[in-house]
Nanobody, 125 residues
Framework: QVLLVESGGGSVQAGGSLKLSCVVSGYTIGTMAWFRQAPGKEREGVGSIGNDESTYYPDSVKGRFTISRDIAKSTLYLQMDNLKPEDSATYYC?????????????????????WGQGTQVTVSS
């Protein structure tokens, strides 16, 4: 059974930082991604990482968010700096069954095979 468990969410003031973690079990970490979903909005990607450690970020978070992983710890991370109120959302990690290298776009939600339960991030102004 594949399990993805996120942690690290919370409340922070604008300009602050948070680091999310996603511990993975039953799955060998390969290509993964972080997504977020705010109430009434579609789920959107905020960082993808390929099997070769290549990364992709949308313009909305580029330069502020960093996706990384520790394969030995079976953990995916999302470092979020200079947070803005519009970053408030539930954040989800996702794993795909595919193998991506030189990743040139963000994974789509329909390409994710396994999802975590989500962790809430609230940024106040």
């Amino acid at each position: 059974q594949v399990l993805l468990v996120e942690s690290g969410g919370g409340s922070v003031q604008a300009g602050g930082s948070l680091k999310l973690s996603c511990v993975v079990s039953g799955y060998t970490i390969g290509t993964m991604a972080w997504f977020r979903q705010a109430p009434g909005k579609e789920r959107e990607g905020v960082g993808s990482i390929g099997n070769d450690e290549s990364t992709y970020y949308p313009d909305s978070v580029k330069g502020r968010f960093t996706i990384s992983r520790d394969i030995a710890k079976s953990t995916l991370y999302l470092q979020m700096d200079n947070l803005k109120p519009e970053d408030s959302a539930t954040y989800y990690c996702g794993a795909t069954s595919g193998t991506w290298r030189r990743i040139g776009r963000h994974l789509r939600p329909d390409e994710i095979l396994h999802w975590g339960q989500g962790t809430q991030v609230t940024v106040s102004s």
